[in-house]
């Protein structure tokens, strides 16, 4: 598992990097961590439009802009990240790449980012920026529709929900969990969305469902034993977002472990089940 030495913290100075801010910071406290928070300026041409400038206003417009983002970057640690140790970074470019370049050269063990989503839409929105570092980083992504809610009382970490596909992530998924739920002594839950359609016309649908149970079940119980942890197994039929999310809620998880697929294909690291978790979850999400 990778190091937590380094936090990576995206910040637009709104509400919902506040949220994102007392959970780095929660993270940043217990690990003893770095955060690295970073503001990214969008690239200048953007700011000065079709307008002829000199190479020297370019200069100015360039110094002005970053001088400023250093101040609020300041302003921002001192508000919300107190008694942890802070690196402030300015970017220049498109903020999902140079997010995930900068995570990948300073070794950040995890990503925190808000979703940016909006108003009553926000559980249908998957921000562009977000969508694009979930895709692209190689460490983990700790993200939720919820973050900006959550208030100093809330983020200790009681209830780690870890929900498992099965893929070739599971094994890492289950392996963050279980870190999460041992450093924080906090009750762990297994989550696992049996694939809900009838089995074939010729054999009973009750013994095919069974034999699907039985399958996952000791699929589980290996995952379990190679990340050296036990927890609460739940195994239920349906869509699996709705299926983990209605968990997550009735349990009162604090945060949900979910697997990224592969780096490969069409749907790169993140595939649509996770997209719908992210959306739909009541609680923070980290992508493994």
């Given at each position: 598992?990778?190091?937590?030495?380094?936090?990576?913290?995206?910040?637009?100075?709104?509400?919902?990097?506040t949220?994102a801010?007392?959970?780095?910071?929660?993270?940043a406290?217990h690990?003893?961590?770095?955060?690295?928070?970073?503001?990214t300026?969008?690239?200048?041409?953007?700011?000065?439009?079709?307008?002829?400038?000199?190479?020297?206003m370019?200069?100015?417009?360039y110094?002005?802009?970053?001088?400023?983002?250093?101040?609020?970057?300041?302003?921002?640690?001192?508000?919300?990240?107190g008694?942890?140790?802070?690196r402030?970074?300015?970017?220049?470019?498109?903020?999902a790449?140079?997010?995930v370049?900068?995570a990948?050269?300073?070794?950040?063990?995890?990503?925190?980012?808000?979703?940016?989503g909006?108003?009553?839409?926000?559980?249908?929105?998957?921000?562009?920026?977000?969508?694009?570092?979930?895709?692209?980083?190689?460490?983990?992504?700790?993200?939720?529709?919820?973050?900006e809610?959550?208030?100093?009382a809330?983020?200790?970490f009681?209830?780690?929900?870890?929900?498992?596909?099965?893929g070739?992530?599971?094994?890492?998924?289950?392996?963050?969990?279980?870190?999460?739920?041992?450093?924080?002594?906090?009750e762990?839950?297994?989550?696992?969305?049996v694939?809900?359609?009838?089995?074939?016309?010729?054999?009973?649908?009750?013994?095919?469902?069974?034999?699907?149970?039985?399958?996952?079940?000791?699929?589980?119980?290996?995952l379990?034993?190679?990340?050296?942890?036990?927890?609460?197994?739940?195994?239920?039929?349906?869509?699996?977002?709705?299926?983990?999310?209605?968990?997550?809620a009735?349990?009162?998880?604090?945060?949900?472990?979910?697997?990224r697929?592969?780096a490969?294909?069409?749907?790169?690291?993140?595939r649509?089940?996770?997209?719908?978790?992210?959306?739909?979850?009541?609680?923070?999400?980290?992508?493994?």
């Open positions: 598992m990778a190091s937590l030495e380094k936090l990576l913290l995206p910040v637009d100075f709104s509400e919902r990097s949220g801010a007392r959970y780095c910071s929660a993270l406290l690990f003893h961590s770095e955060i690295l928070l970073v503001h300026l969008a690239p200048l041409y953007s700011d000065v439009g079709g307008m002829e400038v000199s190479g020297s370019l200069l100015d417009v110094r002005t802009r970053t001088e400023g983002a250093e101040k609020e970057l300041a302003a921002f640690a001192a508000a919300h990240l008694g942890v140790k802070v402030a970074m300015v970017l220049h470019g498109e903020p790449a140079k997010i370049e900068t990948h050269a300073e070794g950040a063990g995890v990503i925190v980012m808000p979703t940016h909006y108003g009553p839409f926000r559980r249908f929105i998957l921000g562009s920026n977000t969508a694009k570092v979930l895709h692209d980083a190689d460490c983990p992504v700790w993200t939720g529709v919820h973050m809610e959550s208030t100093p809330q983020v200790p009681r209830r780690v929900l870890c929900a498992l596909d099965l070739p992530q599971s094994g890492r998924a289950l392996a963050w969990a279980a870190m999460l739920s041992r450093e924080f002594s906090a762990l839950t297994i989550v696992h969305a694939t809900a359609h009838a089995g074939p016309a010729e054999e009973p649908d009750g013994a095919w469902r069974a034999g699907i149970r039985e399958a996952a079940q000791e699929e589980l119980r290996r379990q034993r190679e990340a050296g942890t036990v927890g609460n197994v739940v195994l239920d039929a349906g869509e699996a977002a709705k299926v983990i999310c209605g968990i997550a009735s349990s009162a998880a604090d945060v949900l472990v979910i697997g697929g592969s490969a294909g069409t749907f790169g690291r993140l649509t089940n996770a997209y719908a978790i992210i959306r739909q979850s009541p609680c923070p999400v980290v992508s493994v």
